[in-house]
Structure formats: C-alpha cells, structure tokens
C-alpha cells in the first residue's frame, strides 16, 4: 500500500550534503509527494511536501523528476540532529481526509 | 497552539487482557484524527481514521477497534490483546478539508508490549 520505494539506509558525514532517494512509478496526477522524519522513539514530523516544482523550506529541498515518477530529499548540510528514518508518502485524497500510507523508510546515519 | 495528548506512554499487558488508549487533540476543532502503529523496526501502519464524531474507518482486519465519543477524543481498544498487537502506537490529527499541504500532526505515541 506504500506506493514508495527507498533505500533501507544511508550514510552521511556531518556537514555535508545528502540526498535520499524515493522512486513511486505509480503515481498518478493528484498525488502530493511528501515527506516526513522520524526520530527514535518520536512520532514522525513533517519536512516538506511538492507536486510538481521543486521546493525549498527551512528543513529541506525537494527535488520532483519531470515525469514525477521519483523525488528526491536533499539536506543541505548534515547535522547529527538529522539522524532518522525519512518516510516518502504519496498523499492519497479522498473527499476531505488525506490517508498517508508510510513504507520502511530510510534510516539515515550521521557520522560525526 | 495545537497540541496532541496520548496516554499511557508504556504499558505491559498479558495476552488475553483489554485495551483502551486514549487520545486527545486540543487547540482545534473538527479535525481528523488517526491511529497508527508500528511494529518493531517497521514502518508506520495506518489503522483508523476518522473525519468526526462516531465516523470511524478500519484499513486493516484486526482485533481493534476505535472510537471517537467526542470532537476532540480518539480511543483505541481492543476487548483480548494478542501478541501480534504489540508495538508504537501513534495518533495524529490533521486539519479537516482537501489543500495542499494537510500536514499530520503526531502525538507522542505509546509502547505496547503484550507478554
């Protein structure tokens, strides 16, 4: 039910950039991309969320493919605070109530 | 500002007993409410959802169900645990209406484990 395809884990060094991947080749036309974060033992939070342009908030990029089959997640610079798994979610509308579907995720470590 | 309560934050219960977890929204009116869970290691399973009062949905077959007595209330219960319901149990609210952004709002979450 997830739609989205991440990598299990990734690496990254503190201060650098990283980019996590989501491939959602089924998307269809009204699907929002989103994406959220979650810290251990925390409820997850969101990050940001796009259709079709690129976007940019305080927290993240968001980088959404021509054919919006994929998206990728860029934080500009690592911190050890960024360590969590990133949830990519296909936004599914139904009426006025949204149902977000989450899949494993991406387990994100940031090495000092 | 909004806030979410949820509670207890743990709770060990012997298989075969009740459950009951409740969940709390303040600081807006008419949301939606969710239950999710996550089993260790695991992703976030949606459970219900509810779009108001007494307006329960299940997306999954299981042992529990939930209710939602007040605008602002959403309960989780189940009448005999198994071991299975064990986990990371999350609401969260969201504002009511279709936009863009519909951001979810999670609450602190509470850590099952069935013995």
């Known amino acids: 039910d997830a739609k989205t395809t991440q990598p299990n884990s990734m690496e990254s060094n503190e201060e650098e950039p990283v980019h996590l991947p989501c491939n959602h080749s089924t998307i269809s036309g009204t699907d929002y991309i989103h994406w959220y974060r979650q810290l251990p033992s925390q409820g997850p939070e969101y990050v940001i969320h796009?259709?079709?342009s690129n976007v940019n908030n305080r927290m993240a990029s968001l980088a959404i493919a021509e054919d919006r089959k994929s998206s990728t997640l860029i934080l500009h610079r690592a911190t050890l605070r960024d360590a969590a798994v990133y949830y990519c979610?296909?936004?599914?509308?139904?009426?006025?109530?949204?149902?977000?579907?989450f899949g494993s995720g991406t387990k994100l470590n940031v090495k000092p | 500002s909004q806030t979410i309560h949820q509670w207890p934050a743990t709770l060990v219960q012997p298989v075969g007993s009740p459950l009951s977890l409740e969940c709390t929204v303040e600081g807006t009116s008419n949301p939606n409410l969710y239950w999710y869970r996550q089993a260790a290691g695991r992703g976030l399973q949606l459970l219900f959802y509810s779009v108001g009062i007494g307006q329960i949905s299940s997306e999954v077959p299981q042992n529990l169900s939930a209710s939602r007595p007040q605008d602002r209330q959403f309960i989780l219960s189940s009448k005999k645990l198994l071991l299975s319901d064990s986990g990371f149990y999350l609401c969260?609210?969201?504002?009511?209406?279709?936009?863009?952004?519909?951001?979810?709002?999670f609450g602190p979450g509470t850590r099952l484990t069935v013995l």
């Open positions: 979610i296909l936004r599914d509308v139904q009426y006025n109530f949204n149902k977000f579907y």
């Open positions: 796009g259709l079709t």
């Open positions: 969260a609210w969201s504002v009511r209406g279709v936009s863009s952004y519909n951001e979810q709002f």
